[in-house]
């Protein structure tokens, strides 16, 4: 009698701890999943050319349409209103790890409200970095703009940072 009654708790148990394996297992994966999409930070793009004008060819930003873009002329810094924008970018420095400019910032101040606002300009300095690499390209994913002169109310210490890494939205 106690073999059979061995035999029927034992195959609930075997099952139970066979689940509890698998819900491990699963786990496991979600959270190996996870983490391989979380955000590597900084990235450095290594090209086997030595010519500036190569590495530079193979360094973009993405724009709000998902385009790629090389020095661009301008850019829309808020994808969802494009009420902020670099124009024009002159680009003094691009390629490795960070492009650097100047121009104007052009903003809308919304003022009564954003369809009846008035576009300013602001005399900039702007870095790109945080490149990201991908088969042997990189794109920039974040902007830093400094203003040179005056800035915009809400921005503090003549400085404000845009993600661009337009490439995860929508």
């Known amino acids: 009698m106690a073999g059979a009654t061995a035999r029927r708790l034992g195959r609930p148990l ?33 090209l086997s050319s030595a010519d500036p004008d190569a590495v530079a060819s193979h360094t973009y930003l993405i724009d709000c349409d998902h ?3 090389v020095r661009p002329a301008s850019f829309v810094l808020t ?20 492009a650097r400019g100047s121009g104007s910032y052009v903003e809308n101040d919304c003022k009564p409200n954003c369809a009846a606002g008035t576009f300013r300009d602001y005399d900039v ?12 390209t990189g794109h920039y994913r ?13 921005v503090r210490h003549r400085t404000a940072e845009f993600d661009v890494d337009f490439f995860h939205l929508g």
Request: overall charge negative; glycine content about 8%; charged content about 15%.
């Open 125 to 136: 300095e702007f870095t790109a970095d945080r490149l990201a690499e991908a088969d042997g």
């Open 14 to 46: 075997a099952a139970a701890l066979a689940t509890g394996a698998v819900v491990l297992v699963v786990a496991g994966a979600v959270l190996a999943l996870h983490r391989s999409f979380a955000d590597p930070g900084p990235v450095t793009l290594h």
């Open 67 to 69: 385009q790629t873009v």
């Open 142 to 154: 974040r902007i830093t703009v400094h203003f040179v002169k005056a800035e915009p109310s809400w």
């Open 79 to 98: 994808c969802a209103d494009a009420n902020s924008s670099l124009e024009p970018a002159r680009w003094t420095v691009w390629g490795g790890s960070t």
